[in-house]
């Protein structure tokens, strides 16, 4: 079996044509081109019929250029890594589940401006403290305040 040849397979379960794409004989399998975007991978172990040669293949077997963008690579893992900071941030060490359902609640409406202080979520100025009710919510602007000590009510309602 060479790649490129036109072949038909016989098989335990059936008979198979296509051009060889692949052969890989530590795996046991070749890959053949059957058309229509289609792929079939059959065991070396199952041919029990042989193999007919249609037509030999005439392609010469394609050089894989491996080239590796090591920066690429290093941009890629330093973003995931920072993603993962990122996403363990928002997770509250030491508090409630009701407490962890609140933060994760505000910081889907503002992901930029919500973090842990310790047990006390901060978003934008206001800090919101134990036992994460309207009235143990303080700092940032008069606005500010009442804003988020309406949206920790209504989550404290569901």
């Not at 005439?58 to 090591?70: E, L």
């Amino acid at each position: 079996l060479t790649f490129g040849s036109h072949v038909q397979i016989h098989t335990k379960i059936g008979n198979f044509e296509g051009v060889v794409d692949c052969v890989d004989t530590k795996a046991g399998l070749v890959a053949l081109d059957t058309g229509n975007k289609r792929m079939t991978f059959i065991s070396l172990h199952n041919i029990d019929g042989g193999v007919r040669v249609i037509n030999k293949g005439t392609k010469p077997v394609p050089k894989a250029k491996m080239s590796i963008d090591i920066k690429t690579v290093q941009e890629r893992e330093r973003q995931a890594i920072e993603q993962r900071r990122q996403e363990a941030s928002k997770i509250g060490v030491g508090v409630s589940p009701h407490a962890q359902a609140i933060f994760n609640r505000l910081s889907k409406l503002f992901p930029d401006s919500t973090r842990w202080d310790g047990k006390t979520i901060v978003i934008m100025e206001t800090r919101i403290g134990p036992p994460y009710k309207p009235e143990s919510c303080v700092g940032g602007t008069k606005e500010q305040l009442e804003r988020v000590r309406k949206m920790v009510e209504t989550m404290n309602v569901r």
